[in-house]
């Protein structure tokens, strides 16, 4: 009965219905306490998700009591107390996103069955390392991610290597990321984000399945060096707001299914690798407030941001909920014989995990998750030292939403390649020292939402006002004093500003004098002549005569000429 519109209390009839085994009325409406007496009603539930209501109050004890039980999510509801004394077979429990508060019930933590436990956004506090050890050997994903919890992070033993998805962001933890985190060689899924975490990743921290790393918003430190090497799955990286430093590894190009990298606001420095142009299925690329330095590899317009709905999920999980198909239908007294259908639906479950993504874009900082996020592709190279030209090549960008080039040293001219980008946004290459006249090819891009020179050394008139060019303000061209017409204050003329070539990205610097060629090539054409004209008066002695006669009278006419000036100044005089 999930995802329809039930309202109201939890009614239940009066009597047992022991054949039950597996209620959903999930992602409904309904509300209220759920019933204390729900186990005796349905004592032999091997499934129960009652997720995403507005069940309030406390979480009934006997839940736990219920020996069939191996799937019970509760999650995004407003339940505000559990009281789970023991939990006999729970192999799944989901309580996240409600209103849970206090430590984690010991029956939680020494539970012999749980494999997966979620527990993310509530108010459950505590620390970490006090929490006794039994289970987490078992556990197969455990999410603690937005409460309350602090301290340092535990020391795992060497038993807890069977976990493939650890959720502890958003939460208080400091100090270092054990060495214990090693063992973890069956790790997918890592979230430690928004902590309080610093000092170095440990070197060997590189699980070879490991598809998702969040880091960001931590005080981590030194170089990646070869972190995550080994680890070729990879498909989001997020280190951000670190304090990471070096340069960027080049080994990261090697990772063929990187769809999302994210390195913003760190100590980066050095060249952009072009081994990124490797990454076929990147489709963010965030390496913002950085020292970066050196030219854009020009590569980067080969990516071709591949839409792939794999990129939205980050985690799958799927296991048998404690009974074959088989021993239902014996329990019911059916011959296999007679049954024309199939419940194995009901013995398999399934949840997915959406991957989620922080970009800025739009001069926004938006969040993607989900479906949402397969569908976004974007650049930001902004706020480094990157100098010399925009590529042209990044006009191949078809299909990127979002480019942001500003805050940089680039010079030279905006390409009108830049017309090709028919997907695009969001348009930034403001505060560069980028010159010349803005293409006015790029008024017939019709996506754009965002778009901003301002602060170059831009001239000429600004691009025509239609389309999506009709709804830009002055703001988008300041602090270019040659820049002309709406919507500036300035006003093209013929007299004041003189028209200027559009610069065609196809004749690259075959129209400009390269100086130290012209100086080099000018003396030695000087010497060849000179010691041509030498020798032939050297050999020819008609010629050095001619030449000697030839002098005299330049001499007899400069004589001439200053004594004619020198009469001429003195008649004046007088």
């Given at each position: 009965?999930?995802?329809?519109?039930?309202?109201?209390?939890?009614?239940?009839?009066?009597?047992?219905?022991?054949?039950?085994?597996?209620?959903?009325?999930?992602?409904?409406?309904?509300?209220?306490?759920?019933?204390?007496?729900?186990?005796?009603?349905?004592?032999?539930?091997?499934?129960?998700?009652?997720?995403?209501?507005?069940?309030?109050?406390?979480?009934?004890?006997?839940?736990?009591?219920?020996?069939?039980?191996?799937?019970?999510?509760?999650?995004?509801?407003?339940?505000?107390?559990?009281?789970?004394?023991?939990?006999?077979?729970?192999?799944?429990?989901?309580?996240?996103?409600?209103?849970?508060?206090?430590?984690?019930?010991?029956?939680v933590l020494n539970s012999s069955t749980l494999e997966y436990l979620y527990l993310g956004g509530n108010n459950f506090w505590g620390q970490i390392s006090d929490f006794p050890l039994y289970g987490w050997n078992m556990w197969t994903v455990l999410d603690l991610s937005n409460n309350q919890f602090s301290g340092m992070f535990p020391r795992w033993s060497v038993n807890?290597?069977?976990?493939?998805?650890?959720?502890?962001?958003?939460?208080?933890?400091?100090?270092?990321?054990?060495?214990?985190?090693?063992?973890?060689?069956?790790?997918?899924?890592?979230?430690?984000?928004?902590?309080?975490?610093?000092?170095?990743?440990?070197?060997?921290?590189?699980?070879?399945?490991?598809?998702?790393?969040?880091?960001?918003?931590?005080?981590?430190?030194?170089?990646?060096?070869?972190?995550?090497?080994?680890?070729?799955?990879?498909?989001?990286?997020?280190?951000?707001?670190?304090?990471?430093?070096?340069?960027?590894?080049?080994?990261?190009?090697?990772h063929s299914s990187l769809s999302f990298l994210l390195l913003r606001a760190n100590h980066f420095d050095g060249e952009l690798p072009v081994q990124l142009c490797l990454l076929e299925q990147l489709s963010i690329l965030d390496v913002s407030q950085n020292q970066l330095s050196g030219p854009l590899p020009s590569c980067l317009g080969n990516l071709t941001f591949k839409k792939s709905s794999e990129k939205a999920f980050a985690f799958w999980v799927e296991f048998q909920s404690g009974f074959t198909e088989k021993a239902y239908y014996e329990r019911m007294g059916a011959p296999l014989v007679n049954i024309i259908y199939s419940l194995e639906t009901f013995s398999t479950f399934n949840f997915t995990v959406e991957e989620a993504i922080e970009f800025t874009t739009k001069n926004m900082y938006y969040g993607y998750k989900g479906k949402i996020l397969s569908y976004m592709s974007g650049i930001d190279l902004s706020n480094n030292n990157f100098v010399g030209a925009i590529p042209q090549e990044f006009g191949n960008l078809s299909e990127i939403l979002s480019l942001n080039l500003s805050h940089n040293n680039l010079t030279g001219f905006i390409p009108t390649t830049f017309s090709n980008l028919k997907q695009i946004e969001s348009l930034d290459l403001?505060?560069?020292?980028?010159?010349?006249?803005?293409?006015?090819?790029?008024?017939?891009?019709?996506?754009?939402?965002?778009?901003?020179?301002?602060?170059?050394?831009?001239?000429?008139?600004?691009?025509?006002?239609?389309?999506?060019?009709?709804?830009?303000?002055?703001?988008?061209?300041?602090?270019?004093?040659?820049?002309?017409?709406?919507?500036?204050?300035?006003?093209?003329?013929?007299?004041?500003?003189?028209?200027?070539?559009?610069?065609?990205?196809?004749?690259?610097?075959?129209?400009?004098?390269?100086?130290?060629?012209?100086?080099?090539?000018?003396g030695v054409c000087y010497t060849v002549v000179m010691m041509t004209i030498a020798a032939v008066l050297y050999i020819n002695p008609y010629w050095r005569r001619r030449w000697l006669y030839f002098i005299e009278d330049c001499i007899d006419t400069c004589y001439y000429f200053v004594v004619a000036s020198f009469r001429k100044f003195s008649d004046f005089r007088r």
């Open positions: 009965m999930s995802e329809n519109s039930f309202v109201g209390a939890l009614q239940l009839q009066d009597h047992p219905h022991p054949n039950m085994t597996y209620l959903d009325i999930s992602n409904n409406n309904m509300n209220g306490q759920i019933p204390k007496y729900i186990c005796l009603i349905f004592p032999n539930l091997n499934s129960l998700r009652m997720a995403m209501n507005g069940f309030t109050g406390c979480i009934p004890s006997c839940l736990g009591n219920i020996s069939s039980l191996s799937v019970l999510d509760l999650s995004k509801n407003q339940l505000s107390t559990v009281k789970l004394e023991q939990l006999t077979t729970i192999l799944f429990l989901k309580l996240s996103n409600n209103n849970l508060g206090g430590q984690i019930p010991i029956s807890s290597t069977e976990l493939e998805a650890l959720d502890l962001s958003k939460n208080h933890f400091k100090g270092p990321i054990p060495i214990d985190f090693c063992q973890l060689d069956q790790l997918e899924y890592l979230d430690l984000s928004e902590n309080n975490l610093s000092g170095y990743i440990p070197s060997c921290f590189s699980p070879q399945h490991l598809t998702h790393i969040h880091l960001s918003k931590n005080r981590l430190s030194g170089r990646l060096t070869y972190r995550f090497f080994n680890s070729s799955s990879l498909v989001s990286m997020d280190l951000r707001d670190n304090s990471f430093t070096g340069s960027i590894p080049n080994w990261i190009g090697n403001s505060y560069n020292d980028l010159n010349g006249v803005i293409p006015p090819q790029l008024a017939e891009i019709t996506t754009l939402e965002v778009f901003s020179v301002a602060h170059n050394n831009l001239s000429g008139k600004t691009p025509e006002r239609k389309f999506q060019f009709g709804t830009f303000d002055e703001s988008c061209y300041e602090g270019n004093p040659f820049l002309c017409g709406p919507p500036l204050q300035n006003n093209c003329s013929e007299e004041a500003v003189p028209s200027q070539p559009v610069h065609n990205d196809d004749q690259g610097d075959d129209g400009f004098i390269d100086m130290e060629f012209f100086y080099i090539s000018f």
